[in-house]
C-alpha cells in the first residue's frame, strides 16, 4: 500500500447524529470513513473493503460492541484490525478487561474530544499502513524461506480455532454457514447448514445444483434468481425459502449472502448463512389465524345483535329496550363464561345463576340444582337465550310477576342425553298465547334445530312447565346428525302449489338468529324462503327437490366449508351469493367471482345482490322431485 493510498475507517453507531460527529472530526485525518448503522451493516462492509481501524459504540440494540468485536476478530481476515470502542456510560475494569479480551485497542469516553480521537485514530492508521506494507514484504520474503510454513500451519490452527467458535456461534443461534467457490462449483457445508438441511456430512453437497435440488419447488425461483443476481453484480442478497428435508418435513429459512471479488472486479465466490426460522412462521400463521378468528366471531356476535335488534317486538318503546337489553346482557353473559375458560365451556349451573341475578330479592322462590354441565359455544348461546326468555317471561307474566310464586329448574344426565326441566307453580293462572311471539320462536328454533334437541312447553293451570333434551354430544358442538339437522323455520304445507311468479331463494345459515333474519329481510323484499337450512346434506336435498332462483349460504357450516353446496348450485345454474363474518380474502379461488356478504348483513345490500343474482341467472332449473324440503 502507498503511504500516500486511502484507508478505509469504519464508524458504527446505531445513532446518525454521533456518526455524524465523528465524521465531522475525523475529516482532517483525508481517509475514507465508511459508516454503519447496525452490527449486520458493520460486518457486511467488513467482508467488502479492507478496514485499517473500527469505532465501536458500546450499547447498540442488536449486538453491543463487546459482541461486534467479538465476531470481528473471530474472522480471521480481521484478527489485526484496530478495535477502538466508544463508551457513554462509565466503564469500571471489568468493562475494559472484557473490552481487551475481544481486541480492542482502547476505549474513549463521551463526551469525545476531537483531539484526544483524532490522535488516537491516526496513530492506528499510520500503525496499519505499516502492518500493510510489512505483511506485504512479508509475503514476498516467505516465498524464500522455509519460515514460511511453520506460519502457514500456524494461521491454520487459529483459523480452525476461529471456525470452531463461529460454529458454536451459530448452532447456538440455530444457524448455518455455507461457501460456493464459483471457479470450481464445489459447495461447502458447516455442521449447522446440515442440520437445517436434514442431511447428515456423510451425504456431502457437492455443487450448487445439488443444493438448489433441496428448496421447496414454490421458492426455487426467486432463490436462484436472488443468489445469480449476487453473483453477477457482486453485492449481498437477503431472502425466505423452504427446504424438503428427506423425511419430508418442510422448514422455513431466511438466507443472506455475500459475493467475494478478486482484483480484477471478478467473483471467485459466495459465503452465506442460513437461519432456520420455522417457528417464527408458524407462530406469524397462528396469529394471523387467531386474527380471522376474532374477526369472524365479532362479526357472528354482531350478526347475532342485528338478528335480536330486528326481530324483537314491544308495544311500547321502554319495552322494547328492555327486551333487547336483556337478551344482550343474556349473550354478554354466556362471552364472559366462555372467555374465562378460554372458550373451553360454559357451566350450565353458572349461567342460570348468572341469568337469576336480578330476581335474587327472593331466593326462596328460586331453587336450581344438577350435576356440572360444560356447554360448548353454540350450545351455550342457545341455553342462555332459552333461560333468559323464559326467566322474562316468568317475571312479567308467570311464578315471578306474583308475590307468592316459585320457579324451580332441575337439570339431569342420561345416556345419551341432558334433560333440563323448568317448573313454575304459585303464580297466575296460565293459558297458551294466541300467537308466537319473538322468544318462543326463538327458544325453539335454538334447541331444535341449532342443538337437535327437543322442547315441550305446558301452558299448566298452575303455571308453566317446559322440558328441554338435548344430545349429549351436541352440547360441546354444533350436531351433524341429518335428522335433527332440519331446516329452523316453518314451510309452506307439502301439498300447497308454488306460485311460479315469486322467486325463491334457499339459505343456509347455522346460526338461528342469523338465519331468521335473513329469513325476515328477504321475506320482506317479496322473495319466498326455502329454509333456513342449518348443515350441508340436507340443504343438497333442497337443491335436489326445489324450485330455486338463488341462494346465500354462510360459508362455515357447523365448522364444514359450504363449498360443496355452492357446487351443486354452480351445476344447476342456481346463482348463489356467500355470506360469512370471515376476511373475503380467505375465499376459496373457485369461487372468486361469487359475491360476499359481510355480516352482520345490510338489508340494502342483501337486497341489491339478490337482484343482481336473479338478473344474472335467470337459467332454467330442474324439475322439483317433491313439494317441500323434509
Request: charged share 25%; proline share 5%.
Amino acid at each position: 500500500m502507498s503511504s500516500r493510498e486511502k484507508v478505509n475507517i469504519l464508524l458504527v453507531d446505531d445513532q446518525p447524529a454521533k456518526l455524524l460527529s465523528y465524521e465531522v472530526i475525523l475529516g482532517g485525518l483525508n481517509e475514507n470513513l465508511i459508516k454503519a448503522n447496525s452490527a449486520r451493516e458493520a460486518l457486511e462492509c467488513l467482508l467488502r473493503n479492507e478496514i485499517a481501524v473500527v469505532l465501536i459504540d458500546v450499547v447498540m440494540p442488536e449486538l453491543d460492541g463487546f459482541e461486534l468485536a467479538r465476531m470481528i476478530h473471530d474472522h480471521p481476515r480481521f484478527q489485526r484490525t484496530a478495535i477502538i470502542f466508544i463508551s457513554a456510560v462509565q466503564v469500571n475494569d471489568v468493562d475494559h478487561m472484557r473490552g481487551y479480551e475481544v481486541g480492542a485497542v482502547d476505549y474513549v469516553p463521551v463526551p469525545v474530544i476531537p483531539a484526544v480521537l483524532r490522535a488516537k485514530v491516526g496513530i492506528f492508521v499510520d500503525l496499519y499502513r505499516k502492518t500493510t506494507e510489512l505483511q506485504r514484504l512479508n509475503q514476498e520474503l516467505e516465498r524464500r524461506v522455509e519460515e514460511r510454513t511453520s506460519e502457514l500451519q500456524a494461521f491454520s490452527r487459529r483459523l480452525q480455532d476461529s471456525e470452531r467458535r463461529r460454529s458454536l456461534a451459530l448452532a447456538a443461534s440455530r444457524m448455518g454457514s455455507w461457501d460456493w467457490d464459483l471457479l470450481s462449483g464445489k459447495c461447502t457445508w458447516d455442521e449447522g447448514q446440515y442440520r437445517i438441511f436434514g442431511v447428515v456430512p456423510s451425504e456431502p453437497v457437492e455443487t450448487f445444483d445439488s443444493f438448489l435440488q433441496r428448496i421447496h419447488g414454490e421458492d426455487l425461483g426467486a432463490l436462484h434468481h436472488s443468489l445469480e443476481q449476487a453473483r453477477s453484480a457482486g453485492y449481498s442478497s437477503l431472502s425466505e425459502f423452504r427446504v424438503i428435508r428427506p423425511d419430508g418435513d418442510t422448514r422455513w429459512c431466511m438466507g443472506a449472502a455475500v459475493t467475494t471479488i478478486d482484483a480484477n472486479g471478478q467473483p471467485i465466490h459466495i459465503s452465506g448463512v442460513t437461519a432456520d426460522i420455522t417457528e417464527r412462521k408458524e407462530a406469524e400463521q397462528r396469529q394471523a389465524l387467531l386474527a380471522r378468528e376474532v374477526d369472524h366471531r365479532s362479526r357472528n356476535a354482531l350478526a347475532v345483535v342485528q338478528s335480536i335488534l330486528r326481530l324483537s317486538r314491544a308495544e311500547r318503546p321502554e319495552e322494547l329496550v328492555d327486551a333487547v337489553t336483556g337478551r344482550i346482557q343474556a349473550l354478554a353473559t354466556v362471552h364472559t363464561l366462555l372467555s374465562e375458560s378460554r372458550w373451553e365451556g360454559a357451566d350450565l349451573g353458572r349461567l342460570i345463576d348468572e341469568e337469576f341475578t336480578p330476581y335474587r330479592s327472593a331466593p326462596d322462590r328460586l331453587a336450581a340444582a344438577g350435576p356440572s354441565v360444560s356447554l360448548g359455544s353454540a350450545s351455550a348461546q342457545a341455553m342462555a337465550l332459552a333461560i333468559h326468555e323464559l326467566a322474562t317471561n316468568a317475571a312479567k307474566y308467570g311464578a315471578l310477576s306474583g308475590p307468592a310464586g316459585q320457579v324451580k329448574i332441575v337439570w339431569s344426565f342420561d345416556e345419551e342425553q341432558l334433560r333440563l326441566e323448568w317448573t313454575e307453580s304459585g303464580g297466575p293462572r296460565t293459558q297458551a298465547p294466541r300467537r308466537r311471539g319473538f322468544g318462543l320462536t326463538m327458544i325453539e328454533a335454538n334447541i331444535e334445530s341449532s342443538l337437535g334437541g327437543t322442547m315441550q312447553i305446558d301452558w299448566l293451570p298452575e303455571g308453566l312447565r317446559c322440558v328441554v333434551a338435548i344430545p349429549r354430544r351436541n352440547l360441546t358442538q354444533q350436531p351433524r346428525r341429518d335428522s335433527r339437522a332440519a331446516p329452523v323455520a316453518s314451510r309452506r304445507a307439502s301439498n300447497a302449489p308454488a306460485d311460479a311468479n315469486i322467486k325463491r331463494v334457499l339459505v343456509v345459515e347455522d346460526e338461528v338468529l342469523v338465519a331468521l333474519i335473513l329469513k325476515d329481510l328477504l321475506q320482506g323484499l317479496g322473495y319466498e324462503v326455502v329454509g333456513p337450512v342449518n348443515r350441508n346434506r340436507p340443504a343438497m336435498a333442497a337443491i335436489e327437490s326445489e324450485r330455486l332462483d338463488a341462494a346465500v349460504l354462510d360459508l362455515n357450516i357447523a365448522g364444514e366449508p359450504v363449498y360443496p353446496v355452492a357446487e351443486m348450485l354452480r351445476a344447476r345454474g342456481v346463482p348463489f351469493a356467500f355470506l360469512t363474518g370471515y376476511d373475503p380474502r380467505s375465499l376459496d379461488s373457485g369461487f372468486s367471482k361469487v359475491p360476499v356478504l359481510q355480516k352482520p348483513v345490510e338489508p340494502e345490500q342483501l337486497r341489491r345482490t339478490i337482484q343482481s343474482l336473479l338478473a344474472d341467472g335467470a337459467t332454467e332449473q330442474p324439475a322439483p322431485l317433491r313439494a317441500s324440503v323434509g
